[in-house]
C-alpha cells in the first residue's frame, strides 16, 4: 500500500512539519514587542507558511506517488475532513451568531480540519486493509 517512494515523501513532509513547528516557536518567542502590523511584524507572522507549503507539497507529491487504494483512502480522508470542518464551522457561526455563544480564534481551524484528516484516513485503512 506504501511504497519506497510514498515513505520518502512522508519523512520529508514529517521533516518540513518539523522545522514549521520550530519556526512558529521561535517566531512566538522572539516577535518583537509591542505587537503591531508593521512590516517586521507581518513579515515575522507569514514566516511559518514558507516550511507549511513545502509540507503541503510533500503531501501531495506522496498521495501521487501512492497507489490507487492509497490514493482513494487519502481522498476519503480529505473528503471527511472537509465536510466535518463545514458541519462544525457552521455549527458554531450559528452558535455565535444565534446563541451569543463567545467567538474563537480561527487558527483552531487548520488544526482541527488536520485532525478530522487524520481521522478519515484511519477510518479509510480499516474499511480496506
Known sequence: MMNAATKAHQMRFLLWMGVYCVVVVAVGSFMPEPRRPDALHVILAL????????????NVRGIRAGDELFRKIHAEGMLFAVFGTFAVTLTVGFLQWLAGVPTFSVGWVFPFTMALYGLGVYIGRRRYT
Open 47 to 58: 514566516l511559518p507558511l514558507v516550511p507549511l507549503v513545502f509540507a503541503g507539497i510533500e
